[in-house]
């Protein structure tokens, strides 16, 4: 079946960095647009970061310059460098792989905290 497994979240201190990985499985991984969405407490899950099948990539501006996207389909796994992290950079990061409206699976998500 298909799975997004999300990892490497945890807690930062500001100005900090982290590498989430997101691996995948049960679907042909290198034909999907992936993202990374965030979910802070009280606010509407965001779309931070594509990248398409061949490797374009888009940022929201408020990670543009900080964050950076990437994939390796030989490993079926997505990343998301993040530096200079930012106490607002603190949510539930999440996973999408994306091909259709009905194509389109989500992980469970990883925790961010970015506090001193």
């Known amino acids: 079946q298909v799975q997004l497994v999300e990892s490497g979240g945890g807690l930062v201190q500001p100005g900090g960095s982290l590498r989430l990985a997101c691996a995948a499985s049960?679907?042909?991984?290198?034909?999907?647009?992936m993202n990374w969405y965030r979910q802070a407490p009280g606010k509407e899950r965001e779309l931070v970061a594509t990248?398409?099948?061949?490797?374009?990539?888009n940022y929201a501006d408020s990670v543009k310059g900080r964050f950076t996207i990437s994939r390796d389909n030989a490993k079926n796994t997505m990343y998301l460098q993040m530096n200079s992290l930012k106490p607002e950079d603190t949510a539930v990061y999440y996973c999408?792989?994306?091909?259709?409206?009905?194509?389109?699976?989500w992980g469970q998500g990883t925790q961010v905290t970015v506090s001193s």
């Open positions: 049960g679907f042909t991984f290198s034909r999907y647009t």
């Open positions: 990248i398409t099948t061949s490797s374009s990539t």
């Open positions: 999408s792989a994306w091909r259709t409206t009905v194509l389109h699976y």
